[in-house]
């Protein structure tokens, strides 16, 4: 186990420009752009920082983008996709066996939690009904039509 003392802590931190915090400190990723944020707890362990800008509120609001239209779905952060589907079942009639839902490019299993794949509040998700399944409906109303569409037959006893 490593041990980091807040005074080794504000020099490794103030040389990165920090400052010298000693609290906390930030170091920017190297090819994304964004800052990790790192703080100091009473234990002496250096974890990344929180982000309690969702915390106080308890909800999120999503939008969830159809082919034609969106939704804004307001649910809670630890939520799962498959929570999240069962809420688009009511907005937009499909089954939640029917939907895909896609987040940063991947489609998401049922059981993966909001929260922990990254979607935030007033972040996009796409939802597009499943391919297999259309297809499977499709040839069933055929099928309803062909048989409707055949001349009846009387059988005599």
């Known amino acids: 186990m490593i041990k980091l003392r807040s005074k080794r802590f504000s020099r490794s931190s ?10 906390g400190g930030t170091v920017k990723a190297g090819g994304g752009g964004g800052e990790i944020k790192w703080e100091l707890r009473p234990g002496g362990m250096l974890v990344q920082k929180r982000d309690s800008s969702g915390e106080g509120e308890g909800l999120i609001t999503i ?4 082919v034609s239209q969106w939704h804004d779905i307001t649910i809670q952060p630890t939520s799962t996709f498959g929570e999240l589907k069962m809420i ?4 937009t009639s499909l089954e939640p ?3 895909r ?6 489609e998401r ?17 796409l ?11 499709l040839l069933g109303l055929a099928r309803v ?10 059988i005599s006893v």
């Open 14 to 23: 103030s040389k990165l420009g920090n400052g010298g915090n000693s609290g």
């Open 63 to 66: 939008r969830v983008s159809t």
């Open 88 to 91: 688009l079942t009511l907005v």
């Open 97 to 99: 066996r029917e939907q």
């Open 101 to 106: 839902i896609l987040f940063k490019g991947k």
């Open 109 to 125: 299993e049922d059981c993966e939690y909001l929260h922990m794949v990254g979607v935030r509040d007033k972040d996009k998700v």
């Open 127 to 137: 939802l597009l009904e499943d391919p297999a399944i259309k297809e499977r409906k």
């Open 145 to 154: 039509q062909a048989i409707g569409s055949a001349p009846y037959r009387t």
